[in-house]
């Protein structure tokens, strides 16, 4: 059972252009939503969150947008830079309890080409 | 401030055999917990520990144990290793409390044979 999902296991962007990363979740116990990159070899790095009391957060060129209705979080990247290239991975945790955890999603790998 | 670091970095185990990974927590953090990390998957919770306690344990079997020590480091240990146990296993540090954010190190690359 895939509570948090990430359908497109690969995205290519040209450099400068805009990348979009899509999750959709099932869980309606979520309420908070976080997006982390890994590097080859590297440990996922947190990049941004969002709240579920909020409908987007912006932390420079990363803004990610939340749709309760929908279970929907996207993550954009403006503009983006082949530095940018790595496996993105979408996280959700529930309500605030003892021991509580984060469900990634699979993954999407982005490509910025130069 | 020291990020997570982990040891070993790679590791190659025989089925049946006993595993024991070790893990560092950042400077400051109170809180560990493990992932495991699939060939094409994401991480997958494996349990966590506060103040050496296990504190919330995700969908694995007792041969999965861990330990945190009074300086907030971590063993994780696996018995009667299987062949599915080949996987990426991620340590991650925290401070307990609200939205806490993890920090990962860079993992033990465990291969059973």
């Known amino acids: 059972d895939q509570q948090v999902k990430q359908n497109s296991p690969s995205l290519s962007v040209q450099e400068g252009r805009i990348s979009i990363l899509n999750c959709d979740y099932t869980n309606s116990m979520f309420d908070y939503f976080l997006w982390y990159k890994k590097y080859p070899a590297e440990g996922p790095t947190f990049l941004i969150s969002i709240s579920s009391i909020k409908d987007k957060n912006e932390d420079g060129r990363f803004t990610v947008f939340l749709n309760k209705s929908a279970k929907h979080l996207s993550l954009h990247i403006v503009p983006s830079q082949p530095g940018d290239s790595a496996v993105y991975f979408c996280?959700?945790?529930?309500?605030?309890?003892?021991?509580?955890?984060?469900?990634f999603g699979t993954g999407t790998r982005l490509a910025v080409r130069p | 401030e020291t990020g997570v670091t982990q040891s070993p970095t790679h590791l190659i185990k025989t089925r049946g055999q006993q595993v024991t990974l070790r893990c560092s927590s950042q400077?400051?953090?109170?809180?560990v917990s493990w992932y495991q990390q699939a060939l094409g998957q994401g991480p997958q919770f494996i349990f966590q520990?506060?103040?050496?306690?296990?504190?919330g344990r995700g969908n694995f079997p007792p041969r999965f144990s861990g330990l945190q020590f009074p300086n907030y480091s971590s063993e994780l240990n696996v018995n009667a290793l299987e062949l599915d146990d080949s996987a990426l296993y991620l340590c991650?540090?925290?401070?307990?409390?609200?939205?806490?954010?993890?920090?990962f190190g860079s993992g033990t690359q465990l291969s059973v044979l």
């Open positions: 400077s400051g953090h109170n809180t």
């Open positions: 520990y506060y103040r050496e306690e296990e504190n």
């Open positions: 991650a540090s925290s401070l307990q409390g609200p939205n806490e954010k993890l920090f």
């Open positions: 996280a959700a945790e529930g309500s605030k309890s003892s021991g509580d955890k984060l469900t």
